[in-house]
T-cell receptor, first 113, second 111 residues
Framework: ETGVTQSPTHLIKTRGQQVTLRCSSQSGHNTVSWYQQALGQGPQFIFQYYREEENGRGNFPPRFSGLQFPNYSSELNVNALELDDSALYLC????????????FGEGSWLTVV | RKEVEQDPGPFNVPEGATVAFNCTYSNSASQSFFWYRQDCRKEPKLLMSVYSSGNEDGRFTAQLNRASQYISLLIRDSKLSDSATYLCVVNRASNDYKLSFGAGTTVTVRA
């Protein structure tokens, strides 16, 4: 629907492992943001990438890192997984610049056991 | 203090009723305000932007009060399909679209 696709849709990891989540932004969108949504909470801003550069970060530790590629797709990497990292991870893309609509992907459900 | 605070509800209303709820935001520099709708285990979807003069979109009316730093959403003639969590969203800085979300207000419309 929105043209933003995320993978995988669901995954289970063990505490201490590492995970990589992927996002393909809507065609032509050069800005990607990642959000974490724990159960019963609103999405929390992790970071944003604009033209392959990090462009702002929320209150997340360095073990949360990301990349944006020349085609504007993006990855979120989380190292040393903790139980509290269990959440829905949402990717949102937009055409950079204030005033443009943001489109969310369907998210990746991560469970850490 | 949280950046965006909402009454979690739930608001349990009969079909056809009017329901309204607010959210408050802490950053006076915020310039963009939105209501998003989120269905269970789905991604948030934009319901409407909120403009300074207030705006309507069908049965939905949004208001912004900058002086008191709150926005409101009113739903008229509630439908069963309006059952969802409504997320109040403001931009984190005055010139970009990094967003701060509230925890959501749950609305359940019953037949």
């Amino acid at each position: 629907e929105t043209g933003v696709t995320q993978s995988p849709t669901h995954l289970i990891k063990t505490r201490g492992q590492q995970v990589t989540l992927r996002c393909s932004s809507q065609s032509g969108h050069n800005t990607v943001s990642w959000y974490q949504q724990a159960l019963g909470q609103g999405p929390q801003f992790i970071f944003q990438y604009y033209r392959e550069e990090e462009n702002g970060r929320g209150n997340f530790p360095p073990r949360f890192s990301g990349l944006q590629f020349p085609n504007y797709s993006s990855e979120l990497n989380v190292n040393a997984l903790e139980l509290d990292d269990s959440a829905l991870y949402l990717c949102a893309s937009s055409l950079g610049g204030f005033g443009n609509t943001i489109y969310f992907g369907e998210g990746s459900w991560l469970t850490v056991v | 203090r949280k950046e965006v605070e909402q009454d979690p509800g739930p608001f349990n209303v009969p079909e056809g009723a009017t329901v309204a709820f607010n959210c408050t935001y802490s950053n006076s520099a915020s310039q963009s305000f939105f209501w998003y709708r989120q269905d269970c285990r789905k991604e948030p979807k934009l319901l409407m932007s909120v403009y300074s003069s207030g705006n309507e979109d069908g049965r939905f009316t949004a208001q912004l009060n900058r002086a008191s730093q709150y926005i409101s959403l009113l739903i008229r003639d509630s439908k069963l399909s309006d059952s969802a969590t409504y997320l109040c969203v403001v931009n984190r800085a005055s010139n970009d679209y990094k967003l701060s979300f509230g925890a959501g207000t749950t609305v359940t419309v019953r037949a």
